[in-house]
């Protein structure tokens, strides 16, 4: 076991807070409660009720001792279909290693349905423009990270980013892809509600289209950890969906605007969320991400066919355009919600 000491440095219990010490090859705090280590990545996951089931699947993993040359991807792990995990299997068995089939086949997952033409597809890593300023070393935790790649995009400004995420499996080929592009970046397994970091222990906190999967309650959780962790005058940068975009009132209506269930979106009201983050976190203002859907990046308009690429380059337009007219976040499908820690926790 060889975890970055930058990284153990900020580690904690996510039960209670304590230290964190290396025990043979697991992490203990001085509680009892131990923690596994697969790859040199901490799986901190609580035992008890979890938001997604991959993180059920990463704590079997984790503590049933199987030896990973049976599934060196923990493809068990992964949020995709099963019919999309046997041909990740696939892929492995027959050594198609032009690119990692696990970023290939999650793709769709992460970036959004406009991408689902591009599973099992994808020959090259997404790597969207992360709108933030540059850095000289700051630390940013990504909540959700997935496969990396907004992670990627802060380790290219200079941050050093730790990534986290309840799948092991795509823990693990986030490693695997700032390996292969030279990107300082560390990832650990756990749970959004329960972040396993000392109390102020980053500059800057990101999340995208992970928090709209969660009730509630549970992103109320969530937000609050978030402002834990966050430095004194540290930001969030958090994309969420709202009520009001086109897109999001058509799923809504298809739905016929029920309470969503289990990993279904959940649009808020700009209201809802500017109380959320400024009690939990601090000064809340708000920025456009995209319209005409949630994840739509203008660096992947090479990716879309000519329909797609043309609903992107207008929602770069109106985006640009909403910097005039600030009222236009209450229309935009996806906003991200900028707030800045005012108070110690």
């Known amino acids: ?35 596994a280590v697969i790859e040199d990545v901490p799986i901190l996951l609580d035992q008890g009720a979890q938001t997604l089931a991959v993180a059920d699947a990463s704590l079997r993993r984790a503590t049933d001792g ?9 493809v068990e792990t992964l949020g995709i279909s099963e019919s999309e995990r046997l041909l990740v299997k696939e892929r492995l068995r027959d050594g198609d290693s032009a690119f990692d089939p696990v970023v290939s086949f999650l793709v769709g997952a992460t970036n959004g349905n406009a991408y689902r033409h591009l599973i099992g597809k994808l020959r090259d890593y997404p790597i969207p423009d992360l709108r933030l300023p540059r850095s000289n070393g ?6 959700g990270c997935n496969w990396g790649r907004w992670s990627l995009a802060a380790a290219k400004l200079g941050y050093i ?28 397994v756990g749970d959004a509600r329960f972040l396993p970091f000392e109390t102020g222990s980053f500059n800057v906190v990101f999340s995208y289209s992970v928090l709209q999967h969660f009730n509630r309650g549970d992103a109320a959780i969530a937000i ?15 994309q969420m969906p709202t009520n009001l975009g086109v897109r999001c009132l058509y799923h809504q209506s298809r739905r016929r605007f029920r309470a969503a ?34 994840g739509l990046q203008a660096t992947d308009q090479h990716l879309m066919p000519s329909g797609l690429a043309a609903i992107i380059r207008t929602s770069e337009f109106l985006r640009k355009a909403s910097r ?11 906003v991200y919600v900028e707030s800045t820690k005012v108070h110690a926790a």
Request: hydrophobic share 45%; net charge positive; glycine share 8%.
């Open 1 to 35: 076991m060889a975890i970055d000491p930058i990284l153990l440095e900020r580690l904690v219990c996510p039960r209670h807070g304590f230290r964190l010490s290396e025990i043979r090859s697991a992490l203990r705090c001085s509680a009892g409660h131990e923690y």
């Open 66 to 74: 199987e030896s990973s040359t049976t599934d060196p991807f923990y």
């Open 138 to 143: 700051e630390f940013l935790l990504d909540v």
């Open 161 to 188: 980013p730790i990534g986290i995420d309840p799948s092991l499996g795509a823990i693990l080929a986030a490693k695997r892809a700032a390996a292969r592009l030279g990107l300082n970046a560390k990832f650990v």
């Open 224 to 238: 609050k950890s978030i402002g834990r962790v966050l430095q004194v005058n540290g930001k969030s940068f958090i």
């Open 261 to 294: 269930r289990g990993f279904e979106v959940r649009y808020w009201s700009i209201p809802a969320l500017r109380q959320l983050f400024t009690n939990y976190v601090g000064r809340t203002t708000f920025s456009v991400d995209c319209f005409f859907g949630i």
């Open 324 to 334: 005039l007219c600030s009222w236009m976040y209450y229309v935009a499908d996806s």
